[in-house]
């Protein structure tokens, strides 16, 4: 079993930056793919970026590629996601996940494991 909690969300003016923490319990989870999700009011959840569990291969979402960074800590136990250049349109709640299968082509698909969600509000 794991559980995730995120830090890090805020208000945040266009243009600025954000670094999202996912901490997670368990002593697995180096063994597990990770993820961020994020979800706009009025809209599905979709997949920002997701990590391998080495932290050697990463995916993102053609939207923030080249703004957005994931990495990880296994050490630490922890995900990060430094969020660069933010706009408008990143405004939503960023969720970390946990598990499901990872590729480099299409992300992170059916993850086992949710956190609760961190608010990022970006002001034009």
């Known amino acids: 079993q794991v559980q995730l909690v995120e830090s890090g969300g805020g208000l945040v003016q266009a243009g600025g930056s954000l670094r999202l923490s996912c901490a997670a319990s368990g002593r697995t989870f180096s063994s597990y793919a990770m993820g961020w999700f994020r979800q706009a009011p009025g809209k599905e959840r979709e997949s920002v970026t997701a990590?391998?569990?080495?932290?050697?291969?990463?995916h993102y979402a053609g939207s923030v590629k080249g703004r957005f960074t994931i990495s990880r800590d296994n050490a630490k136990n922890t995900m990060y996601l430094q969020m660069n250049s933010l706009k408008p349109e990143d405004t939503a709640v960023y969720y970390c996940?946990?598990?499901?299968?990872?590729?480099?082509?299409?992300?992170?698909?059916?993850?086992?494991?949710w956190g609760q969600g961190t608010q990022v509000t970006v002001s034009s």
């Open positions: 996940a946990a598990g499901g299968y990872y590729s480099a082509r299409l992300g992170l698909g059916s993850p086992d494991y």
């Open positions: 990590i391998n569990w080495s932290g050697t291969s990463t």
